[in-house]
Nanobody, 125 residues
Framework: QVQLVESGGGSVQAGGSLRLSCVPS????????MAWFRQAPGKEREGVAA???????RYADSAKERFTISKENAKNTLYLQMDSLKPEDTGMYYC???????????????????WGQGTQVTVSS
């Protein structure tokens, strides 16, 4: 069963940009707590950016100055604008959603129950 669908990944040179999109299933449109995670080969999945229904945003330190998370509320479409990409940004990027996330857990992968299949981002030097 499809929960969320990511798109927009690809291969870019260091310093380039990508814009990722995530579209939730109509069955979880009310799961309005949403976030982006990424996972490099052999590493744990880590939180990148999260947005609460009230618009409050949290970024990982590595993403604060370069990434922007946003949401189109009509269909809860989630976006991640990534600029000044670095090779260490390479990985599979996933979007996640849930009906409620406790404060301070926005970037905790274990806090979310709905996940997409991921979109690959590769940054070459």
């Amino acid at each position: 069963q499809v929960q969320l669908v990511e798109s927009g990944g690809g291969s870019v040179q260091a310093g380039g940009s990508l814009r990722l999109s995530c579209v939730p299933s109509q069955y979880i449109l009310r799961a309005e707590y949403m976030a982006w995670f990424r996972q490099a080969p052999g590493k744990e999945r880590e939180g990148v950016a999260a947005i609460r229904p009230n618009g409050v945003i949290r970024y990982a330190d590595s993403a604060k100055e370069r990434f922007t998370i946003s949401k189109e509320n009509a269909k809860n479409t989630l976006y991640l604008q990534m600029d000044s990409l670095k090779p260490e940004d390479t990985g599979m990027y996933y979007c996640a959603a849930d009906f409620f996330i406790r404060g301070s857990q926005e970037l905790d992968k274990n806090a979310y129950q709905y996940w997409g299949q991921g979109t690959q981002v590769t940054v070459s030097s």
